[in-house]
């Protein structure tokens, strides 16, 4: 087994495809219990937008909505009723929703914030937001997708810079760039994009990182 610094290399982590030594892994371990909840959200939100993407969802559900089944919700601004098509993500707060209504020449589609009533934002301006409008729903969902990989990729990006700070300041001069670069790779997994043969398209966060330096709103 390998050694460094005198300490075996040994410990695995997710992501990471080499070993940590026992102190690099309890550096990692004292920055991931700081990020691990971003971590997860990343992860779910990920999931969500592959199960939509890859599972050909919105197709199915736009054939689907022809039965008049669907729920119906109202927006004031312009007023117009839509019905929900499709959940795309599940957030905290409410919900992303592909929405359609009837404007006579055909079909037109929404891409729909939904949050729920008792939620700050839907007090002050209401709980019903249309995020973007048009008539090809999978078209509609893709953009929409892709916007989003971009935040997660940003957000994720942002809470490595987090971790790094953490790492920097208790490694007591030692080497710290196979923890920075194993806390990097796992949120690089956590949103990477697959791709339908399987193959993951992935932007490496480290780099993003390093290039922008700054830090961003955890919005969505």
């Given at each position: 087994m390998?050694k460094?610094?005198?300490?075996l290399?040994q ?5 990471f ?18 990020v ?8 779910d939100?990920?999931?969500q937008l592959?199960?939509v993407s890859?599972g050909?969802e919105?197709?199915?559900?736009v ?12 927006t ?5 009723s ?5 959940r795309?993500?599940?957030?905290e707060l ?9 404007k ?8 729909i914030?939904?949050f729920?009533?008792?939620?700050l934002y ?6 019903i937001?249309v ?7 999978t078209?509609l969902?893709?953009?929409y997708?892709e916007?989003?990989r971009?935040t997660?990729?940003?957000m994720?990006s942002d809470t490595v810079?987090r971790?790094?700070?953490?790492i920097?300041k208790n490694s007591n001069?030692r080497?710290v760039?196979r923890v920075?670069r194993?806390i990097?790779d796992q949120f690089?997994?956590?949103?990477v994009?697959?791709i339908?043969?399987g193959?993951?398209?992935s932007?490496?966060?480290l ?8 830090r961003?709103?955890?919005r969505?």
């Amino acid at each position: 087994m390998l050694k460094r610094s005198g300490e075996l290399c040994q410990y695995c982590v997710p992501g990471f495809a080499g070993r940590l030594t026992e102190s690099e892994h309890n550096l990692y371990l004292e920055a991931l219990s700081v990020v691990k909840k971003q971590l997860l959200e990343l992860s779910d939100f990920s999931h969500q937008l592959h199960k939509v993407s890859e599972g050909h969802e919105v197709g199915k559900a736009v054939s689907a909505s022809r039965n008049g089944d669907e729920p119906i919700l109202t927006t004031q601004k312009p007023l117009a009723s839509w019905k929900v098509v499709n959940r795309i993500l599940k957030l905290e707060l409410g919900s992303i929703l592909l929405c359609s209504r009837d404007k006579g020449d055909g079909q037109d589609y929404a891409i729909i914030r939904r949050f729920r009533p008792q939620s700050l934002y839907a007090k002050a301006n209401g709980a019903i937001v249309v995020l973007a409008q048009g008539n090809d729903p999978t078209l509609l969902v893709q953009d929409y997708i892709e916007r989003v990989r971009h935040t997660l990729r940003f957000m994720a990006s942002d809470t490595v810079a987090r971790a790094q700070e953490i790492i920097w300041k208790n490694s007591n001069g030692r080497g710290v760039s196979r923890v920075v670069r194993a806390i990097s790779d796992q949120f690089n997994e956590a949103v990477v994009e697959k791709i339908g043969t399987g193959q993951n398209r992935s932007v490496s966060i480290l780099t993003e990182n390093q290039r922008n330096g700054v830090r961003f709103m955890r919005r969505m």
